[in-house]
């Protein structure tokens, strides 16, 4: 089949894109270090991560491919699945922390700044090694074990979630987002 149309080349793509945002963040805490707290952008980050990185991305993995896997001999309990699904949770709470520091801080609390950059260090670090682990172990075992109609299901599903919207923002709006902070937030 083609591969641009195989699940894992979608959710690759959509780990391309979570990867150019953690990359801003990590710009933004280097200003915050070195002084400048930018609190807007770092805002939109957050926002990014909670709407396209956890209800877009994860809900397709987790409602979708994971469980397909599953019914294909991967195992969840003590095996990568679960592995990946734990990792989820982390970085859930990683992105509360980080959203709940900026409220913090509107709030008057300058010792936010330092409470944020302490969550979004592990949120980086979590993510990174999380889509190094679904790109290069667990999406190849999936490309092993579904059979290729399954594969076409699953993309076709896949594009139903990615026409909903999340926090009233469309996928396509997400890349936007993604775009306009690379272009301004980079090294
Ligand atoms: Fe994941
Ligand atoms: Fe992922």
């Given at each position: 089949?083609?591969?641009s149309?195989?699940?894992?080349?979608?959710?690759?793509?959509?780990?391309q894109?979570?990867?150019?945002v953690?990359?801003?963040?990590q710009?933004?805490?280097?200003?915050?270090?070195?002084?400048t707290?930018?609190?807007?952008?770092?805002?939109?980050?957050?926002?990014?991560f909670?709407?396209?990185?956890?209800?877009c991305?994860?809900?397709?993995?987790?409602?979708?491919?994971?469980p397909?896997?599953e019914?294909?001999?991967?195992?969840?309990?003590?095996?990568?699945i679960g592995?990946?699904?734990?990792e989820?949770?982390?970085?859930?709470?990683?992105?509360?922390?980080?959203?709940?520091?900026?409220?913090?801080f509107?709030?008057?609390?300058?010792?936010?700044?330092?409470?944020?950059s302490?969550?979004?260090?592990?949120?980086?670090?979590?993510?990174?090694?999380?889509?190094?682990k679904?790109?290069?172990?667990?999406?190849?075992?999936?490309d092993?074990?579904l059979?290729?109609e399954?594969?076409?299901a699953l993309c076709?599903?896949?594009?139903?979630?990615?026409c909903?919207?999340?926090?009233?923002?469309?996928r396509?709006?997400?890349?936007?987002?993604?775009?306009?902070?690379e272009?301004?937030?980079?090294?």
């Amino acid at each position: 089949m083609n591969p641009s149309e195989m699940p894992s080349a979608v959710l690759k793509a959509e780990h391309q894109i979570i990867l150019r945002v953690l990359a801003v963040l990590q710009h933004l805490i280097n200003r915050s270090e070195s002084g400048t707290f930018e609190h807007e952008p770092l805002r939109a980050c957050v926002d990014f991560f909670r709407h396209f990185a956890d209800a877009c991305h994860h809900a397709k993995e987790e409602d979708l491919l994971f469980p397909a896997l599953e019914s294909n001999g991967i195992p969840r309990e003590n095996g990568p699945i679960g592995m990946m699904l734990y990792e989820h949770t982390l970085a859930r709470g990683f992105t509360k922390e980080m959203g709940d520091s900026l409220d913090a801080f509107d709030a008057g609390d300058a010792s936010a700044q330092s409470t944020f950059s302490i969550a979004a260090k592990k949120y980086i670090e979590l993510m990174t090694n999380h889509i190094f682990k679904e790109d290069n172990v667990l999406f190849n075992m999936g490309d092993q074990v579904l059979k290729s109609e399954d594969q076409t299901a699953l993309c076709s599903k896949f594009c139903e979630v990615g026409c909903r919207s999340f926090g009233g923002k469309k996928r396509e709006e997400f890349e936007k987002i993604a775009d306009e902070l690379e272009a301004r937030w980079s090294d």
